[in-house]
């Protein structure tokens, strides 16, 4: 009998422990990317609290709100920002809206999180929605993070780095 030939047994099934133990930990971040997500908007969210009912989620198509811009008055209303007040109101006119740390962003953000030109409202087909212009460290709806543009509707709270809005209708 060979004297290796216990080692190589005990590599083998040590091999077969790791294997599997690295199979056990990715079905468990695939279940918790997910799973996790239903479970956060289930628990509320994160710090600004609870998104209002009627905040982005899964909204049929009829649901969708046709802005008459003159008359809803849609608006910001910074929760949280580094160099805003809490309470401060960005009016929503209906043009396009940037989002940023740079010098061509009608509402600048002295957040180090922040980029240059981070995101934008805009109003497609009377419905006012919000894009995430390829920052850095992303733009949070509702805190789900934007991979395409969304629509806005009354109680959605947005996120970009340490800056928190609500958006608001009258």
């Known amino acids: 009998m060979n004297t290796l030939e216990p080692l190589a047994v005990a590599l083998k099934y040590g091999f077969l422990a790791i294997l599997y133990l690295f199979l056990l930990w990715v079905a468990r971040s695939a279940l918790r990317d997910i799973y996790g997500s239903r479970r956060a908007r289930g628990a ?12 982005t989620g899964m909204y049929p198509a009829a649901a969708l709100h046709r802005y008459d811009i003159g008359r809803h008055a849609p608006r910001l209303v910074v929760e949280r920002a580094p160099g805003h007040e809490p309470g401060m109101i960005y ?3 209906g043009s396009e809206l940037l989002l940023g740390r740079g010098p061509r962003a009608q509402i600048r953000l002295e957040d180090p999180y922040a980029s240059a030109s981070h995101a934008r409202i805009f109003v497609q087909g009377g419905i006012l929605a ?20 969304r629509p806005l509707h009354p109680g959605d709270r947005l996120r970009i780095g340490e800056s928190e809005f609500a958006f608001e209708t009258d």
Do not use: M
């Not at 509320?44 to 905040?55: K, M, S, Y």
């Not at 995430?132 to 543009?149: A, H, I, K, R, W």
């Open 130 to 149: 919000i894009e995430d212009l390829g920052s850095t460290n992303g733009t949070y709806l509702n805190e789900e993070l934007l991979e395409t543009p």
């Open 91 to 93: 009016d929503l006119d």
């Open 44 to 55: 509320g969210g994160g710090a600004g609290g609870a998104p209002a009912a009627d905040a």
